[in-house]
């Protein structure tokens, strides 16, 4: 069965400094990955998503996230945090060609200090 | 495009009773995923329709139960509630294929008293 590690269950961050959060997957193949983020008292919204080709994905919010086969991972970033960033971000991974349903991960919970 | 919007925000029921959560999709989504968000277990996917049927379900017992209508609105039914069912239940739709991302309503924030 596949499965998505976030391996950062908190991570806490200056205002205007950069980030990198987290996410390795467990599967044969290519899956389709994404990243969703959480504010308080709200559902889940995308952030970005890779399917194939350029590894270096933009997304929303200033957010990128890079695609490493070798490594199996894709890791979120953003090259300054603003205070309103602080949220929950998950990570989310579906098998091409399978369930279509994602599998999340853990979920990692940003701080952001002024 | 109107969002996801789920009804009620807010619930509290007592062990024993059965509850019903709403959720009515984004226009043209025909797949609707229903998602349990627990502090200890994170996000659990509870089913999935697709054109007012279950295609795919996860884990949970049978007193977790949902529908689908015709206009892809959705239903989710927990019947013998428990204390260990609070939670937030989200409602998720899409357009049902493998690339699709999920489009998330806020939730009923479900407590069982």
């Known amino acids: 069965a596949q499965s998505v590690t976030q391996p950062d269950i908190h991570i806490t961050v200056s205002e205007g400094a950069s980030l990198e959060l987290r996410c390795n997957y467990s599967?044969?193949?290519?899956?389709?990955l994404f990243w969703y983020v959480q504010s308080p008292g709200q559902g889940l919204q995308l952030l970005l998503k890779y399917f194939s080709g350029d590894t270096l994905v933009q997304g929303i919010k200033g957010f990128e996230a890079e695609f490493k086969r070798s490594q199996s991972s894709f890791n979120l970033r953003k090259p300054s945090v603003h205070w309103s960033d602080a949220a929950e971000y998950f990570c989310?991974?579906?098998?091409?060609?399978?369930?279509?349903?994602?599998?999340f991960g853990r979920g990692t919970s940003l701080i952001v200090h002024p | 495009k109107a969002g996801v919007t789920q009804t009620p925000r807010y619930l509290i029921k007592t062990r024993g009773q059965q509850v019903t959560l709403s959720c009515s999709p984004i226009?043209?989504?025909?797949?609707v995923s229903w998602y349990q968000q627990t502090p200890g277990q994170g996000l659990q996917f509870l089913f999935e329709?697709?054109?007012?049927?279950?295609?795919n379900k996860g884990n949970f017992p049978g007193r977790f139960s949902g529908r689908q209508f015709s206009n892809s609105r959705s239903e989710m039914n927990v019947s013998t509630l428990e204390l260990g069912d609070s939670a937030l239940y989200l409602c998720?739709?899409?357009?049902?294929?493998?690339?699709?991302?999920?489009?998330f309503g806020n939730g009923t924030r479900l407590t069982v008293t």
């Open positions: 226009s043209g989504h025909r797949s």
């Open positions: 329709y697709f054109s007012e049927t279950q295609r």
């Open positions: 989310a991974v579906v098998k091409s060609g399978g369930s279509y349903i994602p599998t």
């Open positions: 998720a739709s899409s357009l049902g294929e493998s690339r699709s991302p999920l489009h």
């Open positions: 599967y044969g193949a290519t899956p389709y």
